[in-house]
Structures are given as structure tokens and as C-alpha cells.
């Protein structure tokens, strides 16, 4: 297994944050990381989507778990190995939030696949949560 995790804090409210991230047509909004974006259905557990990066490439994706207003998790699954990326906000108190992005890569292929994509996957993590906070209305500091 291969994993990552990028979280930064905030005082932007958190049902700001979950309103630009359940609406995944406007991610191209915030997300440097997507130049187009397909959904084929509701933001909803099931719904496959496509997004294509700036150079090109295009990666289809499952939403695998929604917990409204608090997660919700993509799954990529290719020969050998399953990408699973979670997206959290996590209550603080004092009217602070932290956002969170975490990859596991699994399958047999991880061990190998893992340490060469992974970095690539998650590289972007601090501009595409800074990128969220932003859109949501506030500033971020790394948590």
C-alpha cells in the first residue's frame, strides 16, 4: 500500500466548503488540476465521472462514499491496483475547519505502482485545497 495525506485549516464555514465541492461541474473553477470535467449523473455514491488535466489526460473515476456535509471519496481502478482518494472536513471548534485530501493505493501492483504514481496524484493536493478554500470564501493554513 502507498498513501498520502495534505490537510490545511480554515475559518471558512464548512458548509461553504462542502456546497463548492458537491457541485463537481464547478471544480474546474478552483481545481488548477482540471481543464475539463464529465459527470454522468448526480453527485451521488456510483456516478462515474472524467476529468482531463491541463496536458491532456483524461482519468475516469467512481464516487465510492458521500457523507453529506463531511466526506466524500473517488475510486480509480486500473490492472493491479486501486487509487482511492478521500476529501474530509473535519470540525475544529472555534468556527475552524480542516480539509483534508488522502490517497491509498492498494492492490498488488501498489507496492510498485504506488511510489511512482502517487507522488504524481497527490503533488497538486496543496494548490487544489487552497484553491477549494478560496472559492468557499476564506484563506487556508497548513495543517
Same mark, same amino acid.
Given at each position: &500500500?502507498?498513501? =498520502? +495525506?495534505?490537510? !490545511?485549516?480554515?475559518?471558512? @464555514?464548512?458548509?461553504? $466548503?462542502? /456546497? #463548492?465541492?458537491?457541485?463537481?461541474?464547478?471544480?474546474?473553477?478552483?481545481?488548477?488540476?482540471?481543464?475539463?470535467? +464529465? %459527470? @454522468?449523473?448526480?453527485?451521488?455514491?456510483?456516478?462515474?465521472?472524467? &476529468?482531463?488535466?491541463?496536458?491532456?489526460?483524461?482519468?475516469? $473515476? /467512481?464516487? !465510492?462514499?458521500?457523507? @453529506?456535509?463531511? $466526506?466524500?471519496?473517488?475510486?480509480?481502478? @486500473? +490492472?493491479?491496483? +486501486?487509487? /482511492?482518494?478521500? *476529501?474530509? %472536513?473535519?470540525? %475544529?471548534?472555534?468556527?475552524?475547519? /480542516?480539509?483534508? =485530501?488522502?490517497?491509498?493505493?492498494?492492490?498488488?501492483? !501498489?507496492?510498485?505502482?504506488?511510489?511512482?504514481?502517487?507522488?504524481?496524484?497527490? !503533488?497538486?493536493?496543496?494548490?487544489?485545497?487552497?484553491? %477549494?478554500? #478560496? *472559492?468557499?470564501?476564506?484563506?487556508?493554513?497548513?495543517?
Amino acid at each position: &500500500m502507498w498513501e =498520502y +495525506e495534505f490537510s !490545511a485549516e480554515t475559518t471558512v @464555514d464548512a458548509d461553504a $466548503l462542502w /456546497r #463548492s465541492w458537491s457541485d463537481p461541474n464547478r471544480w474546474p473553477e478552483w481545481n488548477p488540476g482540471i481543464e475539463s470535467f +464529465e %459527470l @454522468d449523473g448526480p453527485f451521488a455514491v456510483g456516478t462515474t465521472f472524467r &476529468m482531463t488535466s491541463p496536458d491532456g489526460d483524461t482519468v475516469q $473515476l /467512481r464516487f !465510492a462514499e458521500i457523507v @453529506d456535509g463531511e $466526506l466524500w471519496c473517488d475510486v480509480f481502478v @486500473d +490492472e493491479g491496483i +486501486e487509487i /482511492r482518494t478521500e *476529501h474530509r %472536513l473535519t470540525p %475544529l471548534g472555534n468556527g475552524r475547519t /480542516r480539509v483534508t =485530501y488522502r490517497t491509498e493505493i492498494t492492490g498488488p501492483a !501498489a507496492d510498485t505502482a504506488g511510489p511512482e504514481i502517487g507522488p504524481q496524484i497527490t !503533488a497538486d493536493f496543496p494548490r487544489v485545497v487552497a484553491g %477549494l478554500i #478560496s *472559492h468557499a470564501g476564506g484563506v487556508n493554513q497548513p495543517g
